[in-house]
């Protein structure tokens, strides 16, 4: 491969990527921003604030199997119980993140 080549193949690579990544950010600062408050950074809600609204462990495998994504989106969006709702300060495209992120918390 030419120097070339592979410098367009490199350049080509980096910007390909630069929205998954983005979205991997930005997952991540609204995660910290609105949901490691109650839930922690872990998802397990073992934070002080997170006991005292008694935060469900996202983390919980029983209740991961028994949920589905459009009940998960419908509590980020809408809120529930002492969740806020955060329909009205994030984006569908946010919300559908963070939704992938709580998946992402499930025990292996």
């Known amino acids: 491969m030419t120097k070339k080549a592979f410098l367009a193949l490199s350049t080509a690579l980096v910007f ?3 929205p998954a990544l983005r979205a991997a950010d930005v997952r ?5 921003t609105h949901c490691s408050v ?5 998802g397990k809600g073992q934070t ?5 609204k008694k935060a469900r462990d996202l983390t919980n495998a029983k209740w991961q199997d028994t949920i589905d ?8 969006t809408k809120g ?5 709702a955060f329909g009205k300060k994030l984006t569908e495209p946010e919300i559908k ?6 998946r992402s918390l499930a025990k292996k």
């Open 16 to 18: 390909a990527s630069a």
């Open 28 to 32: 991540s600062e609204n995660w910290q």
């Open 38 to 42: 109650c839930h922690g950074d872990n």
């Open 48 to 52: 002080e604030e997170g006991r005292k």
């Open 69 to 76: 994504d459009a009940r998960i989106v419908k509590s980020i």
């Open 80 to 84: 529930h119980d002492e969740m806020p």
């Open 97 to 102: 993140a963070l939704a992938a992120e709580v």
